[in-house]
């Protein structure tokens, strides 16, 4: 038997302060978006915020249905929306905010195994980490690319 060690690095942040500039204003679009969230059922409100190669940054909230799972997160819809109107701009970081009724998480969440699958698949085709931020009220976490969330992630090889 043989034995391999998977290490993920994350950064951990005390204050928005400590962030960049452009991932500050990530990280309030993220916000921003899950206010806007439609999550009547969960009341699990998730925004997402892209930032795109050419300084465009997409939102996206999760969109919840009656219909358990016709939903989707916030992650893919704005990673799916990105790609759909800017196929060729890579992703280059993606923050994630949840307000759960109606006042912010203490505590940063990760996006779902899907969403990472779709984060993953993202890096793949733009041969390009994204950076993840994920916003809690009291501490930000940040992993340097998808793969650090899903270090087992499937990809094309397997389908050939």
Known sequence: MKHRDIITRVYEYDSENELTEIDQELVSKAREAAENAYAPYSHFQ??????????????????????YPSGLCAERVALFYANAQYPKQKVLSLAVAVIVNGKSIVDPVP????CRQVI??????FNHPIKIIMVGEQKIDMVENAKSLLPFNFDGKYLS
């Open 46 to 67: 998730v925004g997402a915020a892209v930032l795109l190669e050419n300084g465009l940054i997409i939102q996206g909230n999760n969109q919840e249905n009656a219909a």
């Open 111 to 114: 996006p779902c195994g899907s």
């Open 120 to 125: 993953t698949e993202t890096e793949m085709r």
